[in-house]
């Protein structure tokens, strides 16, 4: 699991056609809808990850997905779970090779389920694909991030997304929740190859192999994402804003 980096984060957002960033904060980018899932994105990309801005459009077609084997562990699945409360809801984790991260997984007997064919459609009829793969035990805390794989090598990928960016920021970590600290650490240790960095008595910091961001798990009275940390190049002064239940906390370069 050594090539996993942060790929993207899942904050699901009600009415997001009206929606815009307090001060515009970040220039958001029409994604597409998911047909399979009846949920539609808008996009804001920063340096070395992108803000996946996700609501709902056929809430009948996502409640009778989320029954399913398959649907119960999708990205938008913890929508329902959690009644349409807004907020993160999940993290993907990039990969270059899908397939060998699926044998390796279960080689451990990891449960998983997929590679996943998915694919959005724009405004214009271009369609962008990828394939997913889920961490299918029952037995979590919190939502275990996904899997993603673009249907294109990185280089093409990125000389897409490079105008796109928003490079004065960045994300530096991810904040969770968790009533059972020591069992979550203990998941993510097996099931990402995450080393801790920081171990107190009321938060563990982890962090992927090949990637600076860290997760930082604090004890809590409920499980969940709560916060996003990231920098911004351009303030001299830290600031926080919760936007639909979820908290930035953004530090200065």
Do not use: C
Request: avoid cysteine.
């Amino acid at each position: 699991m050594q090539d996993l980096k942060l790929d993207h984060i899942v904050h699901y957002v009600q009415q997001l056609d009206n929606f815009k960033f307090p001060g515009n904060l970040f220039t958001l980018y029409q994604g597409g809808k998911h047909d399979q899932l009846g949920t539609y994105n808008r996009l804001a990309y920063l340096n070395n990850a992108y803000i996946e801005l996700l609501d709902i459009y056929k809430p009948e077609k996502l409640q009778k997905i989320v029954k399913s084997e398959e649907g119960r562990v999708s990205f938008p699945s913890k929508i329902v779970q959690d009644q349409y409360k807004q907020g993160l809801k999940t993290i993907a984790f990039q990969t270059q090779d899908i397939t060998k991260l699926k044998e390796k997984l279960e080689a451990q007997n990891i449960d998983v389920i997929g590679p996943v064919e998915m694919e959005r459609e724009n405004t214009k009829g271009e369609k962008t694909t990828w394939r997913l793969l889920y961490i299918a035990d029952p037995d979590y805390r919190v939502k275990p991030p996904f899997f993603i794989q673009w249907n294109e090598n990185i280089e093409t990928r990125e000389e897409k997304l490079i105008s796109l960016r928003q490079n004065a920021f960045s994300i530096k970590g991810i904040e969770i929740n968790s009533t059972e600290r020591t069992h979550t650490v203990e998941k993510w240790q097996q099931w990402f190859g995450m080393e801790v960095v920081n171990d107190t008595e009321t938060f563990t910091t982890l962090k992927l192999k090949n990637d600076d961001i860290v997760y930082r798990i604090y004890d809590g009275e409920y499980s969940g994402y709560k916060a996003v940390t990231l920098k911004d190049d351009n303030t001299t002064s830290p600031y926080t804003l919760i936007i639909r239940g979820l908290k930035y906390k953004v530090e200065a370069d």
